[in-house]
């Protein structure tokens, strides 16, 4: 059997791990901005607002909501890669499945990728006037 025939089907799987993998990302995003868009409270910010706040400290409230629901997520995700690592091993090559470099990174990427989606809705609820975000019915 040809060296690329045996690697046909190693590569396949690495591609479609890839693949799946990217999706997984994205969705994460898509959730996490759905998640802050609806957790950001117009009328909360409209009060803080005519108490005194400055859209910095908007800005620092609602990031830190956000990186902290992230930061559950990524260590729960950390923990789950931990105890599932036994049944990766047989698809990694030349890599442990214990690797940290690679777990730092992923969960990194994933903290970057969570602090992406948390800025959209925080850059439009520092912006809200608050007469009108006293007005908004509940």
């Not at 791990?17 to 898509?30: I, P, Y």
């Not at 901005?33 to 620092?60: H, P, Y």
Request: charged residues 15%.
């Amino acid at each position: 059997m040809a060296p690329r025939a045996r690697l046909a089907q190693p590569r396949l799987n690495a591609l479609l791990l890839g693949v799946f993998a990217c999706a997984t990302v994205a969705l994460t995003a898509l959730g996490l901005f759905s998640v802050m868009t609806t957790m950001v409270r117009l009328r909360e910010l409209g009060i803080r607002v005519a108490l005194g706040a400055t859209a910095k400290d908007l800005l620092q409230l609602v990031i830190r909501r956000g990186l902290a629901i992230a930061a559950a997520g990524v260590l729960a995700g950390l923990a789950g890669a931990l105890l599932a690592n036994h049944l990766l091993a047989a698809t990694l090559y030349e890599v442990n499945p214990l690797d940290l470099v690679t777990l730092t990174f992923v969960a990194l990427s994933l903290l970057a990728v969570a602090t992406l989606a948390i800025m959209i809705p925080v850059r439009s609820s520092t912006r809200i006037d608050p007469v009108v975000a006293l007005r908004i019915e509940l």
